[in-house]
């Protein structure tokens, strides 16, 4: 068994030190305090770590082979979309005209960062079959709230008090938590029998307080809603509008738009879709886009070209809902974001989504004979499969997402949605090969096996980790969140 | 041509296809309805080829002054700290950048140790008892301290400084509509929140004074006169502070702060044009579980092997839905790791170096810009890095600005913008990477734009 890894803290020695800074070349005569009153100083110093230069890279080297990400291995995280995030995305980033930038420069200094904006915005809007796209919201979430807020803004505009969110039982916990911020009720509805929208709950929770149905098309079930003319004229005829969860967009770009299935509000996650890289969570982008209607509600600021063709911020009219987010968003993700849809172009991110696709058809067919397939026929870019054929054998789902581990596979996405017992949600992306799904695929089978003759095997992995199974229940009843070295 | 990034061949595709029981392609989108379905290309930006779109990239960012070409004295935010070398490098290792949220803690122990290790940096900068594993930025954070406040204490009425950035103000006034609070602004005087006008304001309604320190101004609060007010009407007190001037300032938790926030971009984390950065959110023991966002955890293997796990998960969004603290997901982790590096590099003494070395380059500006013909610091209260300049009556700080950009500068932020009756008035920001001579440069320039 290897060792534990020390703390940082763990490391420190009085007297080293890993930094160099500028000079300080302007008179020193003087004491702090004499600049500073006393009493505003700290009392004590600061208590953190003296290590040497070698002693931080040999510390973060040593963290990273303690962590797994797509460029170790194929990563088929369900609603994730885990796919290969480029490497020139990284470079251009860190530009120093992308990257040493300040957002309060004279507009006429950062055209370049605003032409980019813009025709990012413009390219979102072609995508989603919006009419303008606001880049502010820093993820996903941050992105439903900002569609939720105006979504609220919009009925309140026209005197109507709405205050429901329709959401499916297999939605995103985002999407009623994004509801609760944004001030307004959840109301679930049931899905049904094959996993899609229960039109008659739809018709049953639709009214005069109806807000917004929020939609992920395809679903978390990996099911593209086949009713979704009829979803969104319920809605409308209600006076509700739709909002699109564009989580799982990997699976439609170029094939159909939420705009055109009648959806008034989208967000994005370019940290699935667009490639940018999920960072061990975070940072995103979650740009909205939204129909005309909307376009007075826009959170501030957009970019807009003027009639010499600069670039300008644009702080909106007084029915914005105001700003959601310092600055102009997440840039250095949109930068990324930008050098992908340049590197596919629109007839290059169609074929990204018709590979998502089949890629996952072909890991739901060969997967079907060994694991019960709740939701039978095609399925988009994911698919979902219940492991419950296994509990006869003492193994849960999770003892296969831990037994994964121990192949060098990151697990699919377990227990959820809540609506499949045993859930797995699997998503391979289109950058995956055939070979390195065979290679999963066998890997499923080879457990099953295990599962029917030596299930301890299985329930006792993962078995190759630094680590083994963590005592969850500790940490949450005695948290210690923070190593009190200081 | 075959795309670069898609390895499935024609060989691979009929294959697959013959598995799945298919003939066309076709066949996998036939749930889709007809009449939804996109026909042609879509109007969007074409594709280019590699050495094509750097070349693109290139011209996009050479259309930008930046930080290299120009000496900033920009800062309202965003500042040009030096970011040491090595923090690029450890970012770089795409086992951190290509991970996602550490959902198997056996595969994710590296990035759930960097997490630790940043809660217990942002808990010892802050002199606070627990931190989170990051928010989406200084002004989302300042927006759910007030949340969590007034959910905390019942309450509905936030009071305000004027001298919070106006940005994280603006982004509370939007939370706050949605969550049915009232936001009453206090005004300042001499550069920092006026004590009897907040004294007046706080009531029994009072859920949380909301200050920020050193504030918008450059200013220090005198926290510990601000304490008492709140907490004798049992209301919160949040304070919005800057991590690097934590190095040299007493710490919020120590002046009696209930949640500290703020954005740990000046912790090596690149401006980015104003984002990506890093929100921090820390607290008081009681107010742990209410804390929105990832908290790692300390925990032990089956081996009683110590190791980290994501915690407290009950508050969260995909366990409680609608009745989680927030709806955060993602959050900002590779710039929490930008920010932990930046800590280990600099140590304890590099953290206090950095910041004496701000507040001396800075009050040396301040004197050397304040005897400008017509120029005066505008505030005589103590300031960390940033200070704000009176320039002659009738300046107009955007034109000047306009000026310095061409003569290699970025000016100070022109504070007319959010305070009209400090039109004219320039918010100068120093850091330690200015030289002597840069800011006597400056100075001539500047004097010469007047």
């Not at chain 1, 505009?157 to 911020?181: F, L, Q």
């Not at chain 2, 005004?187 to 706080?202: F, H, R, S």
């Amino acid at each position: 068994m290897k060792p534990e890894q020390s703390l940082i803290f763990e490391l420190s020695r009085p007297g080293r030190s890993a930094y160099s800074l500028p000079v300080c070349d302007v008179p020193e005569e003087e004491a702090i305090d004499s600049l500073i009153p006393a009493g505003l100083l700290r009392s004590e110093p600061v208590l953190l770590p003296e290590v040497s230069e070698v002693d931080v890279i040999r510390h973060y080297t040593a963290l990273s082979r303690r962590n797994f990400g797509v460029d170790n291995g194929f990563y088929p995280l369900g609603s994730c979309t885990m796919k290969y995030n480029p490497k020139i995305n990284e470079d251009v980033a860190r530009f120093p005209g992308l990257a040493k930038i300040h957002p309060y420069q004279p507009e006429e200094s950062i055209q370049g960062a605003l032409e980019l904006m813009y025709t990012l915005q413009k390219d979102l809007a072609a995508l989603t079959g919006m009419d303008a796209v606001s880049l502010q919201p820093a993820a996903g979430a941050h992105g439903e709230w900002t569609g939720l807020m105006m979504i609220r803004a919009y009925h309140e505009s026209r005197g109507e008090k709405r205050t429901k969110v329709i959401v499916p039982d297999s939605s995103h916990g985002t999407n009623p938590a994004s509801a609760a911020a944004a001030g307004l009720e959840t109301v679930t509805i049931p899905s049904n029998a094959k996993g899609m929208v229960d039109l008659e709950a739809l018709k049953a929770a639709v009214g005069s307080d109806t807000a917004a149905l929020m939609l992920t098309n395809p679903s978390t079930l990996g099911l593209f809603e086949t009713q979704i003319v009829e979803i969104a004229e319920i809605v409308h005829e209600a006076g509700g509008l739709l909002y699109y969860d564009g989580a799982n967009s990997n699976a439609i770009m170029g094939i159909t738009r939420p705009g055109d299935m009648g959806f008034d509000v989208v967000h994005l996650n370019l940290h699935k879709t667009m490639s940018t890289p999920h960072g061990g969570g975070g940072p995103g982008a979650g740009p909205v886009g939204v129909k005309s209607i909307l376009i007075p509600f826009l959170p501030q600021p957009t970019v807009v070209q003027n009639e010499d063709n600069s670039f300008s911020l644009n702080y909106g009219g007084p029915e914005s809902i105001g700003r959601v987010k310092a600055f102009y968003g997440n840039f250095g993700i949109l930068v990324r974001a930008y050098a992908y849809i340049r590197t596919y172009g629109p007839d290059g991110l169609r074929e990204v989504s018709e590979n998502a696709v089949l890629n996952a058809n072909y890991m739901m067919h060969r997967l079907a004979p060994y694991f019960e397939i709740p939701y039978p026929g095609v399925c988009k870019h994911e698919f979902v499969m219940s492991g419950r054929n296994l509990k006869q054998y003492g193994v849960r789902t999770l003892d296969v997402a831990k037994r994964l581990l121990d192949f060098g596979y990151h697990p699919p996405t377990v227990y959820f949605p809540l609506t499949v017992e045993e859930c797995m949600m699997i998503e391979p992306t289109e950058t995956e090969s055939k070979e390195t799904l065979d290679g999963f695929i066998e890997t499923m089978i080879r457990i099953v096996k295990e599962a029917q003759e030596t299930p301890e095997i299985v329930i006792n992995a993962p078995h190759t980790t630094e680590i083994s199974r963590l005592d969850e229940t500790q940490a949450a009843r005695k948290p210690v969140l923070n190593c009190s070295c200081g | 041509m075959k795309h670069r990034y898609l390895p499935m061949t024609e060989q691979d595709r009929q294959e697959m296809m013959e598995a799945v029981g298919i003939q066309s392609m076709e066949e996998l989108f036939i749930d889709i309805p007809q009449s939804v379905r996109y026909q042609g290309t879509m109007p969007m930006s074409e594709a280019l080829d590699e050495y094509a779109l750097l070349r693109h990239m290139k011209e996009l960012a050479d259309k930008n002054a930046n930080f290299d070409t120009h000496a900033s004295f920009l800062g309202a935010g965003i500042y040009d700290h030096h970011i040491p070398v090595v923090i690029n490098h450890v970012i770089s290792r795409s086992e951190f950048y290509t991970a996602y949220t550490p959902y198997q803690p056996e595969i994710s122990q590296g990035e759930l140790q960097a997490i630790f290790e940043f809660q217990s940096y942002i808990c010892e900068l802050t002199g606070m008892k627990v931190a989170n594993a990051s928010m989406y930025d200084g002004a989302t954070a300042f927006a759910e301290a007030a949340v969590l406040a007034a959910g905390a204490t019942k309450r509905k009425k936030l009071i305000v400084s004027r001298t919070v950035h106006p940005e994280a103000r603006q982004v509370l006034a939007t939370s706050a509509g949605a969550w049915g609070l009232e936001v009453v602004e206090i005004d300042y005087k001499d550069g920092v929140t006026d004590q009897a006008k907040l004294a007046e304001a706080i009531d029994g309604d009072t859920a949380a004074v909301l200050v920020q320190s050193p504030n918008f101004f450059g200013a220090i609060e005198d926290l510990g006169a601000i304490e008492p007010l709140i907490h004798s009407v049992k209301g919160l007190l949040v304070v919005s502070a800057n991590p690097l001037a934590l190095g040299v300032l007493e710490t919020p938790g120590k002046l009696g702060a209930d949640i500290v926030v703020g954005d740990a971009q000046p912790l090596g984390i690149p401006a980015s044009l104003g984002g990506p950065t890093c929100g921090f959110f820390a607290v008081a023991e009681p107010l742990m579980r209410r804390m929105p966002g990832r908290i790692v955890g300390q925990t032990v293997d089956r081996n009683g092997k110590r190791g980290f796990v994501l915690t407290l998960q009950a508050r969260e969004q995909h366990i409680r839905r609608e009745k989680a603290t927030s709806n955060i997901c993602s959050n900002q982790a590779l710039l929490a790791l930008c920010a932990s590096v930046y800590l280990s590099v600099m140590g304890k003494e590099g953290m206090r170096e950095v910041g004496e070395l701000n507040i001396r380059k800075s009050h040396y500006a301040a004197g050397k810009l304040g005897e400008l013909t017509g120029a005066a610091p505008a505030f005589t209260a103590p300031f960390f890095n940033e200070f704000v300049l009176k320039l002659p009556e009738g300046s107009n700080v955007s034109e000047i600005n306009s000026k310095l950009v061409k003569e290699g500068y970025l000016g100070g932020y022109d504070l007319g913008r959010d305070y009209p009756e400090l039109a004219g008035h320039m918010l100068v920001a120093v850091t330690e990477k200015r030289s002597k001579s840069e800011i006597d440069q400056f100075a001539t320039v500047l004097e010469g734009c007047l």
